[in-house]
T-cell receptor
C-alpha cells in the first residue's frame, strides 16, 4: 500500500477485556515497530520486528502485552485484561530493513486510539 | 542511556517570522537524529534526519535543522513560518532500531 495503515482507528473497551490492534506496513518493508503515545507525551517504544521475529521487545510494559507478525507483513498487538492505564494512541511504523542501527527513517501510520473504560 | 530533551512545551511565532524549535540529545556513539511533525488526530510525519556529513540538514516543507556536536543540539528551523506549520513537533534519536522521542513542542504560528 501507499502508507502504513492501522485498524481500527478507534477502540473503546471495558476494563478486563481483550483487544487486538492491527498494523499493515508499507509493502516490502521488513521492519515493523509499535509505539504507545499517552496524552501529552512523546511516543514510547514497545516492540520491533525484523521479518517474523521480534528483534527487540524491551518496551512491552508487562506480560499482558503481546505482538505477532506471523507472515512478516501484517502485525497484531494484543492486550489482555485491559486496564484504564492502557488508554493511549498505539502507533505502528515500518522501515525498509531495520538493519541500519537506528539510521533508517520510520514511516508511521495514523494510530489506533484505545480507550479503556 | 540515550535521551532527547525538548526544553520548550510551546513556541509562539508570528507568520512570516523565522522559527526555531529546540532539541538536545544525549547518546553514546554516533547520533542519528530525526524530526517528526504530528497534526491533530494524525500519525507522525517525517521531516528530516541527520546521520552524518553536513551539519545543516534540509527537509520537507522548507524546514531545516542544524546539528551541533559540541552543544549536543539538533534545533529545527524555518526562515519564514506559515500558519499551517502549527502542529506538534517531536525530536527523536535512533538507537539500534528503535526511536527515542522527546516530549514534543507545540508550535503555534499566528497570522
Amino acid at each position: 500500500g501507499a502508507g502504513v495503515s492501522q485498524t481500527p482507528s478507534n477502540k473503546v473497551t471495558e476494563k478486563g477485556k481483550y483487544v487486538e490492534l492491527r498494523c499493515d506496513p508499507i509493502s516490502g518493508h521488513t521492519a515493523l515497530y509499535w509505539y504507545r503515545q499517552s496524552l501529552g507525551q512523546g511516543p514510547e517504544f514497545l516492540i520491533y520486528f525484523q521479518g517474523t521475529g521480534a528483534a527487540d521487545d524491551s518496551g512491552l510494559p508487562n506480560d499482558r502485552f503481546f505482538a505477532v507478525r506471523p507472515e512478516g507483513s501484517v502485525s497484531t498487538l494484543k492486550i489482555q485484561r485491559t486496564e484504564r492505564g492502557d488508554s493511549a494512541v498505539y502507533l505502528c511504523a515500518s522501515s525498509p530493513t531495520g538493519l541500519a542501527g537506528g539510521r533508517e527513517t520510520q514511516y508511521f501510520g495514523p494510530g489506533t486510539r484505545l480507550l479503556v473504560l | 542511556a540515550q535521551s532527547v530533551a525538548q526544553p520548550e512545551d510551546q513556541v509562539n511565532v508570528a507568520e512570516g517570522n523565522p522559527l526555531t524549535v529546540k532539541c538536545t540529545y544525549s547518546v553514546s556513539g554516533n547520533p542519528y537524529l530525526f524530526w517528526y511533525v504530528q497534526y491533530p488526530n494524525r500519525g507522525l510525519q517525517f521531516l528530516l534526519k541527520y546521520i552524518t556529513g553536513d551539519n545543516l540538514v534540509k527537509g520537507s516543507y522548507g524546514f531545516e535543522a542544524e546539528f551541533n556536536k559540541s552543544q549536543t543540539s539538533f534545533h529545527l528551523k524555518k526562515p519564514s513560518a506559515l500558519v499551517s506549520d502549527s502542529a506538534l513537533y517531536f525530536c527523536a534519536v535512533g538507537n539500534t532500531g528503535k526511536l527515542i522521542f522527546g516530549q514534543g513542542t507545540t508550535l503555534q504560528v499566528k497570522p
